[in-house]
Structure formats: structure tokens, C-alpha cells
């Protein structure tokens, strides 16, 4: 069983920061592909970023610019850096691992292990 436990949400104001982190036990992370997601009320649950085993990194187009994933393979640990927050990207941000490797990481179905969520605000 792989568990995943997200941290680092909270309440910032527009133009500011924040960095998510994703803890991953139970399983080894290595050649496993991490995704952030993210979902708003009313909203359907949008891809965010991914980072696979070797380091590429893909984006939402919303994210390109402002937003950074990144990776600790030896403590098993993604990061989301969020830059230049607006409200829209109010969310809450969700964790995710697909194991084993598959070529589709833009979709919540790419996925098989899921955290609980973080809450990010961001006021106007």
C-alpha cells in the first residue's frame, strides 16, 4: 500500500508563495511518475504538473512560468513551488503517484494513489 501525505497549503495574497511538499511511504518512489492536481468547488479535478523518474517535467499552461515541481528521490518527497499566486489558483491541491509507468500523465485516471489534499487561498 502507498500513501500520500501533502503539507505546505495556506493563506497568501496575490503575487505571493507558497511551496507544497508530497511525502511518499510504502513503496518505493523510484520510476514512479508524481502529479499535482488541483480542484476548485464546482470544478473538476485539473492537472497542475508531473515530474517522472528521470526528472522531465510537464506543466498545465497555467502554471508555466509561475509554478516549479521538483523531487528528493532519496526521501521520497515532491515539491510544488508556487510563484505570482493569483485567486484563480485557489484550490484544493492534490498529490498523486502513478505506479508503474504510463506514457498519459495529464488525467486524474493516469493515476493510482491519491493524498488528501492541501488547501490553498489566495485573497485578492
Known amino acids: 500500500q502507498v500513501q500520500l501525505v501533502e503539507s505546505g497549503g495556506g493563506l497568501v495574497q496575490t503575487g505571493g508563495s507558497l511551496r507544497l511538499s508530497c511525502a511518499v511511504s510504502?513503496?518505493?518512489?523510484?520510476?514512479?511518475?508524481m502529479g499535482w492536481f488541483r480542484q476548485a468547488p464546482g470544478k473538476e479535478r485539473d492537472f497542475v504538473a508531473a515530474?517522472?523518474?528521470?526528472?522531465?517535467?510537464y506543466y498545465a499552461d497555467s502554471a508555466v512560468g509561475r509554478f516549479a515541481i521538483s523531487r528528493d528521490s532519496a526521501k521520497n518527497t515532491v515539491f510544488l513551488q508556487m510563484n505570482k499566486l493569483e485567486p484563480e489558483d485557489t484550490a484544493v491541491y492534490y498529490c498523486?503517484?502513478?505506479?508503474?509507468?504510463?506514457?498519459?500523465?495529464?488525467?486524474?485516471?493516469?493515476?493510482?494513489?491519491w493524498g488528501q489534499g492541501t488547501q490553498v487561498t489566495v485573497s485578492s
Open positions: 515530474i517522472n523518474w528521470a526528472g522531465a517535467t
Open positions: 510504502g513503496r518505493t518512489f523510484s520510476r514512479s511518475t
Open positions: 498523486a503517484a502513478q505506479i508503474p509507468y504510463r506514457s498519459s500523465t495529464s488525467a486524474p485516471g493516469d493515476y493510482d494513489y
